[in-house]
């Protein structure tokens, strides 16, 4: 079993930052891939950045590479995502999740998951 927390987000103007957290407990955090999707209304969960275990491969979707950043810290079983430059259509609810098997672009393929965390940016 594992718990995941998510945290950080809110209310920003187009152009600010957030910093997303999202703290993991139960099983071994170090020995397992972490992923960020969201959910914006009406739409499906959508892959937005994956970190393998070590921290060394890190996968974006296209339309937020070079604002966004993964990262993790393994002794505070924390995930992070940096999120710059954010425009409208960042807006949605961010879920981490825990990759169990299969594709890491869906959600099918990860068996744990938080409450998630609003982000809204206005214009």
């Known amino acids: 079993q594992v718990w995941l927390v998510e945290s950080g987000g809110g209310l920003v103007q187009a152009g600010g930052s957030l910093r997303l957290s999202c703290v993991a407990s139960?099983?071994?955090?170090?020995?397992?891939?972490m992923t960020w999707f969201r959910q914006a209304p009406g739409k499906e969960r959508e892959f937005v950045a994956t970190i393998t275990w070590n921290g060394v491969s890190k996968e974006y979707r296209d339309s937020v590479k070079g604002r966004f950043t993964i990262s993790r810290d393994n002794a505070k079983n924390t995930v992070y995502l940096q999120m710059n430059s954010l425009k409208p259509e960042d807006t949605a609810v961010y879920y981490c999740?825990?990759?169990?098997?299969?594709?890491?672009?869906?959600?099918?393929?990860?068996?744990?998951w938080g409450q998630g965390t609003q982000v809204t940016v206005s214009s």
């Open positions: 999740g825990s990759y169990y098997s299969g594709s890491v672009y869906y959600e099918r393929s990860y068996n744990y």
């Open positions: 139960g099983r071994t955090f170090s020995t397992y891939r």
